[in-house]
């Protein structure tokens, strides 16, 4: 159920779903950029002062280092963790971090709970003939904005239960 108050969502399988997915495909893959106001030493680097630095978040939410198989899509590491997206937890930062980061994230997060939950909701979901989730094309489109090389091709059935609600009206 979806209530107004973030931490009570009482939807943790969805919500790790969310992160997850956010985690292999986040939207702006290397944020927006920074510019180093001033002559900077981090990790062994230096980074002199008008830097543009961008942040590959995507790199980030595949890195070995922070992820258990990394490239596997496994909602339930999300389950009895509290890593979320924040701004607070590194490794995941799908709305980036820090004073520039995302206004809407609140917003953004509730319409993607929103949209997924009614579209499970109110159909049945399949991949086309012959395809199974190891074979669909995953490849993704590069840009400021992520998206995918092939558009999802699913094959959507009203759910029997929608159909009664729907013959009812
Ligand atoms: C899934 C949905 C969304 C994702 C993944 C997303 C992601 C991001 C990212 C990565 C940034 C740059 C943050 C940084 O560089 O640290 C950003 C900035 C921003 N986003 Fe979003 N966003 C989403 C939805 C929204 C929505 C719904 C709104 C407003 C209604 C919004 C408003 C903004 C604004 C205003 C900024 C610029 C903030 C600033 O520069 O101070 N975003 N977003």
């Not at 108050?5 to 919500?15: H, N, W």
């Not at 002199?48 to 630095?53: F, G, L």
């Not at 980061?101 to 949209?115: D, H, I």
Request: proline share 7%; aromatic share 10%.
């Amino acid at each position: 159920m979806l209530s107004n108050c973030s931490s009570c969502y009482q939807i943790p399988y969805l919500q790790a779903v969310v992160k997850e997915t956010l985690r292999l495909h986040p939207p702006v893959p290397l944020l927006v950029p920074r510019r180093c106001i001033e002559d900077t030493e981090y990790m062994g680097y230096s980074i002199p002062m008008d830097t543009q630095v961008l942040v590959n978040v995507w790199a980030i939410g595949r890195d070995p280092a922070s992820w258990e198989e990394p490239f596997s899509f496994k909602p339930d590491r999300f389950l009895n963790s509290n890593i979320d997206y924040k701004g607070h937890h590194y490794q995941l930062l799908p709305f980036g971090a820090g004073r520039r980061m995302c206004a809407g994230v609140m917003l953004g997060q509730r319409m993607l709970y929103l949209s997924i939950a009614s579209l499970v909701h109110t159909f049945e979901w399949a991949l086309e003939d012959g395809v199974t989730p190891e074979t669909m094309d995953m490849r993704e489109m590069f840009g400021v904005a992520l998206r995918k090389a092939e558009p999802l091709k699913a094959v959507l059935k009203l759910k029997a239960a929608q159909k009664d609600q729907d013959n009812a009206m």
